[in-house]
């Protein structure tokens, strides 16, 4: 079976720092990767997809970045910070392929300070 | 472009009723699929159940149906037998199919279970 990891699950991080947040996929060849964003009270924003290796697709200008260095890892990142970026960051992964259902990751908080 | 309306941003259910969510969206497309989500207090997004727009019967998990009725471009959940652990949000997603490679989600309901 199909399972998806997401860390660090909170992250606190003062304006102006780095952020890497990572996503690995496992039991699955070739997935599509998502990176969202929910801000609180809200629904899911796409920041990034990718549908291979090193094929990154943005959905919305800003201060992040995304990479795939290998097939089932898929990372977010700042140079950065700003306190507009806190919130609560989900990966998803669905089959190879036209888009079917996507399978979210648990999530990881980020507070900017 | 792809809009999901979900009118009401709370609910609430006496255990072991029924209650329904609704949603509402607009697309010109004649294929595509919808779907609901759950998403509890830890945070993490959970599939519910999906429907195929091509598919005029309503999808069905358990508890879980819906009512689809593509004229009226709307795409209700209905969850019988309510229990505690369905309190959530709930929210629900469209994708057009067409290798968009994008879910466009609503804003979310919350449902409180009443014990």
């Known amino acids: 079976s199909q399972t998806i990891h997401q860390w660090p699950a909170t992250l606190v991080q003062p304006v102006g720092s780095p952020l890497s947040l990572e996503c690995t996929v496992e039991?699955?060849?070739?997935?599509?990767l998502y990176w969202y964003r929910q801000a609180a009270g809200r629904g899911l924003q796409l920041l990034f997809y990718?549908?291979?290796?090193?094929?990154i697709s943005s959905e919305v200008p800003q201060n992040l970045s995304a990479s795939r260095p290998q097939d089932r890892q898929f990372i977010l990142s700042s140079k950065k910070l700003l306190l507009s970026d806190s919130g609560f960051y989900l990966c998803a992964w669905s089959p190879p392929g036209s888009l079917y259902e996507q399978y979210f990751g648990p999530g990881t908080r980020l507070t900017v300070t | 472009a792809q809009t999901v309306t979900q009118s009401q941003p709370e609910m609430s259910v006496q255990e072991a009723e029924t209650v329904t969510l609704s949603c509402t969206y607009d697309t010109s497309e004649s294929d595509y699929y919808l779907f609901w989500y759950k998403q509890p207090p830890s945070r993490q997004m959970i599939l519910v159940i999906r429907?195929?727009?091509?598919?005029?019967q309503n999808a069905t998990e358990n508890r879980f149906s819906v009512n689809f009725q593509k004229a009226a471009k709307s795409f209700s959940l209905k969850i019988s037998d309510s229990q505690l652990g369905d309190a959530a949000m709930y929210f629900c997603?469209?994708?057009?199919?067409?290798?968009?490679?994008?879910?466009?989600f609503g804003k979310g309901t919350k449902l409180s279970v009443i014990p």
């Open positions: 039991g699955t060849s070739n997935p599509n």
């Open positions: 997603a469209y994708d057009s199919g067409a290798g968009s490679y994008q879910l466009t």
């Open positions: 429907q195929e727009a091509y598919k005029q």
């Open positions: 990718s549908v291979g290796i090193g094929q």
